[in-house]
């Protein structure tokens, strides 16, 4: 058996090698049988974190490991196959050499029928332009929708949330951003990309925290997110070395070397407790003001460690183990930051007893609000926060036919006074 299974990865790479993409295999090539179980392993970037990856794999129930990456070849093969401890069916690198691999019937074949994903560093902007809005896209998330768990270091965590930084013109750092929000550089991403998980549908990550310092830079982010689009979006950073890995409750344990090694996690949220929170000043060529008092943003900062005890709900993005509460402002491009207290913000429990859906979606022609609370009007706005259309009757079916095609957001108005926003897609 080991003799055939080593003859097979070496076929697949001579026969790649004169084709768009590279693959390398390890492992049994029937297709697995199993039931995953989801989530999400948000990477740092350096060295994986072995915890964490464990705890990608055991989430994978023996399934298949699918590698993506548009660099590199198969070092990824035998860490995840042999040296873990965790036994999975098989572990595929697939290597883009262009864009037009994303059209191979064979890779998205071995996406979709995939238990796990995998997404390696390397460049955002490239894994934006050869997977975005192709077949490749779709397949990735046709498995997260039949339950596979997903995950990325460095550039390969940058693109796991609802927005993200594109690095479309290069990267760029703290001191750039603050000193202009709107540098050339700053490219943020809300078209929809990887729909890794619902709790990230609004949130912006970061990574490589701690080499270099990146924190004014992702607080540039959200000053912009909420600027451009009126959204208050939230923040997941990752020191290297260090893993977020989120449940399908929504709860993020924290894994790192802790206390022999400085690793940190970082969930930063603007300040719920601000009537308005916007940016003081955020326009092109000025520096940032975010301050609000010292108090823009509230940050729960936690350490890794090897058993990932200290945690973070994203349920409610309020409750934390094992961690502290910090404020962070910029006052005329100058970030602060302080010790700070838990925020307060009753609405955001009250609206976690609040349920809300949309049905059919995607959809083509109509929707319907599924929500367990009595709702007042609706509004759907485009992913760039312009109102595209508004309902007033949003107890019955909404007609969604003037729709072009792509990604929306439904504002939901309850006669409580909550609002809650869910996203949706419609194709044509």
Known sequence: MKIKLLLVALVTVLNASAQNYDSYFIGNTTDASSTPIGGVVLMGG???????????????????????RASGADGYNDYLYNQLGVTVNSVETIVFNDASASNEAYIQQKISQAEAIWF??????????????????????????????VGGTSAGMAILGG???????????????????????????????????????????????DNPDRKGRHLTFLARILTDSGIEANGIACDEYTAVCIDENGLARVFGQHPT????????????????????????????????????A?????????????TFDLSDWQTGVGGEWQD?????????EAVGAAPSCIASLLEKEISLSILPNPSRDFIQIQASDKVHTACIYSVSGKQVQAIYDAANSINISSLSE????????????????EKFVVMR
């Open 261 to 296: 090694y400085d690793d940190n996690a970082y969930f930063i949220r603007p300040n719920c407790e601000l009537a308005d929170p916007s940016p003081e000043t955020c326009t092109s060529g000025s520096p940032l003001t975010w301050n609000h008092n010292g108090a823009a």
């Open 120 to 149: 390696a560093g390397g460049d955002q902007w490239t894994y934006h332009t050869y997977w975005q809005g192709t077949p490749v896209e779709t397949a990735i998330n046709q498995a997260i929708n039949n339950g596979a768990v």
């Open 46 to 68: 350096a060295t994986e974190e072995d915890e964490a990856m464990k705890w990608f794999l055991n989430r994978a129930d023996g399934g298949d490991v699918v590698v993506l």
């Open 328 to 336: 962070w402002s910029v006052a005329n491009g100058t970030l602060n």
């Open 406 to 421: 792509g990604t929306y957001w439904l504002e939901v108005n309850f006669e409580n006074g909550l609002a809650l926003r």
């Open 298 to 310: 509230k940050v729960y900062a936690v350490k890794g460690t090897l058993t990932g005890t200290n």
């Open 163 to 209: 927005y993200r930084f594109t690095a479309e013109n290069g990267t760029v750092t703290s001191p750039t951003a603050l000193a202009n929000p709107y540098d050339n550089n700053v490219t943020i991403g809300s078209t929809a990309f990887i729909m890794s998980n619902s709790y990230l549908e609004q949130t912006i990550t970061d990574t490589h925290y």
